[in-house]
Structures are given as structure tokens and as C-alpha cells.
T-cell receptor, first 114, second 111 residues
Framework: GAVVSQHPSRVICKSGTSVKIECRSL??????MFWYRQFPKQSLMLMAT?????????EQGVEKDKFLINHASLTLSTLTVTSAHPEDSSFYIC??????????FGSGTQLSVL | GENVEQHPSTLSVQEGDSAVIKCTYS??????FPWYKQELGKGPQLIID?????GEKKDQRIAVTLNKTAKHFSLHITETQPEDSAVYFC??????????FGKGTHLIIQP
């Protein structure tokens, strides 16, 4: 299958700082990438859809100023959690669309805000 | 929007037996149904998928069936092995939309 690389895998930061997470499609070009959030023992919740060269589309209830998404190239999307607080602690996962339908996921980023 | 229900939430089977996980969806327009396996601390891995114009698809020990009329689809794993232990998620989508996931099934393979 197609490979999606996500970094970092784990990050610990102080409250009030910003954290950037990178998502790269390694062997294919992805015009659309998605960002999900997952709490322990729960399902994946779609946060936003990232389209190359345009603004991201956020799901209802997701603060666009808190979660900044940039999709500057066909192989890279970034999620920046701005002014992080403990309630932002979670497992963040990106995915990239391969072809018309298939989504391949990155390995996830565990964010812990102290 | 789409709503996906998944059952059971936990499934324990003896090694070598079969496991079946079932999902229902609400939007009859949904046309793509993938299944993902997620191990602890990792991202979901696509294991099999099916499109709405197909009723069944098989890949070695894994099969998926789709009943469009009833709006439900199922994952079947035969001859289960310890490495099949994980959380499995079903999902549904329409075209270019993002996936809507079920709540997941924790599959436990008892030795």
C-alpha cells in the first residue's frame, strides 16, 4: 500500500506553546489529506480536510484558529496546534487520499500538553 | 451526515475460530466501505475495502460483505491468529468526502 509518514510520533510541550505535526505522502501525490483526532479507546474524529493549494475545511466544532492546517504541496500537510492547553492532549492522525477513494494513514502523533 | 454503527465493541474468539464484525450505515448514497486495523499507539492500517457495486470481496483470510438494501456490511476473519488481535474500525464515505468511522471493535484472540 501507499506510505504516509507522520512526525513527530510523540511530543510533550508546555501549556501555551505551539506544536507542528507533519504529514507526508512518500510514494504518491495527495491532493487531499485529512486530519483526525482520537481519544483513548475511542474512534477517530475528523477534524478537517486539507486540499493542496486551498484553505482547509474544518468540521463543526473544530477551531480553525487553534488548529492551523497548511497543505503547501502535493506531498505535505501540516497541523499546528497553537497555544496548546492540556485539553488539546490527544492522539492526532493524518491520512492521505490515494486515487479516488483509498485513504492511508500516518502512524499518529501523541501530544501531551503539561 | 453519515452515521456508522459498529458491533460488537469487544469480541473474544479462540485461536483458529472465525470472527465477524458488523456495521450499519445511514446514508444510502455512501459508496465506499473500508476496514482498518489499529494496533496500540499506531495509525489505522487499511486491510480490505469494498465499493457499493460489489457484494463481496475476499483477500486470503479476510472477507467483507455488503448488503446495500439493508445498509450493512461485515468483516469476516477466518482461522484467527494471535496477531489478529487489535482494534478494527469500519468506515463509510461518499466520493471525495472524508471517512465516517464506527466506534471500533476490540478483537481478542485467545490462545
Amino acid at each position: 500500500g501507499a506510505v504516509v509518514s507522520q512526525h513527530p510520533s510523540r511530543v510533550i510541550c508546555k501549556s501555551g506553546t505551539s506544536v507542528k505535526i507533519e504529514c507526508r505522502s512518500l510514494d504518491f501525490q495527495a491532493t487531499t489529506m485529512f486530519w483526525y483526532r482520537q481519544f483513548p479507546k475511542q474512534s477517530l474524529m475528523l477534524m478537517a480536510t486539507s486540499n493542496e493549494g486551498s484553505k482547509a475545511t474544518y468540521e463543526q466544532g473544530v477551531e480553525k484558529d487553534k488548529f492551523l492546517i497548511n497543505h503547501a504541496s502535493l506531498t505535505l500537510s501540516t497541523l499546528t496546534v497553537t497555544s496548546a492547553h492540556p485539553e488539546d492532549s490527544s492522539f492526532y492522525i493524518c491520512s492521505a487520499r490515494y486515487g479516488d477513494e483509498k485513504l492511508f494513514f500516518g502512524s499518529g502523533t501523541q501530544l501531551s500538553v503539561l | 451526515g453519515e452515521n456508522v454503527e459498529q458491533h460488537p465493541s469487544t469480541l473474544s474468539v479462540q485461536e483458529g475460530d472465525s470472527a465477524v464484525i458488523k456495521c450499519t450505515y445511514s446514508d444510502s448514497a455512501s459508496n465506499y466501505f473500508p476496514w482498518y486495523k489499529q494496533e496500540l499507539g499506531k495509525g489505522p492500517q487499511l486491510i480490505i475495502d469494498i465499493r457499493s457495486n460489489v457484494g463481496e470481496k475476499k483477500d486470503q483470510r479476510i472477507a467483507v460483505t455488503l448488503n446495500k438494501t439493508a445498509k450493512h456490511f461485515s468483516l469476516h476473519i477466518t482461522e484467527t491468529q494471535p496477531e489478529d488481535s487489535a482494534v478494527y474500525f469500519c468506515a463509510a464515505s461518499l466520493g471525495a468526502d472524508g471517512l465516517t468511522f464506527g466506534k471500533g471493535t476490540h478483537l481478542i484472540i485467545q490462545p
